[in-house]
């Protein structure tokens, strides 16, 4: 019982810890966010990140020495993540709306169109389900890898990289299939 009551008390003092540490350092965190991070909203979403790794930190029980210092190389690799996904990756398959024709365009142009719909849903038949998944819900949906991982529970890098598996894969099929 009094281990019990221990353990309790260590996680209260552990909270209490990091409540501390996020009103100290919230509001200068977050001003060296804002001037680095244009959107608001992403600049909060950052700030969060950080918050969550603090708390994901503490209860694997890492050693943390500098807790300021700390946050702020956390929030510096945050934003640097933040800008290489919004960078436009050479492996996306861009322009898809450019290639699919308006129904004003004529019968030859809508003929080519439902030629390159049948080839792209055959290339998609060959992907491994994973990645056929992960490919359909961002490109053909427009759903974020970031609400993917929430609602899967997988980790947003293996998301990505099934993405660009995905791509690469899609990319030779429609190359190989246009040759023939």
Excluded at 153 to 168: C, D, E, K, Q
């Amino acid at each position: 019982m009094k281990a019990a009551a221990r353990l309790n008390q260590l996680a209260r003092d552990q909270d209490e810890g990091i409540t501390d540490v996020v009103r100290r350092e919230r509001t200068r965190l977050l001003n060296f966010i804002r001037r680095r991070v244009p959107d608001p909203n992403d600049a909060e979403d950052v700030l969060q990140d950080v918050f969550y790794k603090l708390v994901e930190a503490n209860r694997l029980l890492m050693p943390i020495d500098h807790v300021a210092s700390w946050l702020f190389r956390v929030a510096r690799n945050r934003i640097i993540d933040l800008f290489r996904k919004k960078q436009p990756e050479g492996d996306e398959l861009s322009g898809l709306e450019d290639v699919l024709t308006s129904p004003e365009a004529g019968p030859e142009a809508l003929l080519e169109q439902h030629a390159l719909v049948d080839e792209l849903e055959a290339a998609l038949d060959e992907l491994p389900a994973a990645q056929r998944a992960v490919f359909v819900a961002h490109v053909l949906e427009g759903r974020s890898f970031r609400e993917m991982a929430e609602q899967t529970g997988v980790n947003m890098n293996t998301l990505l990289a099934r993405n660009r598996y995905a791509v690469r894969r899609l990319r030779e099929l429609l190359v190989s299939a246009q040759r023939t």
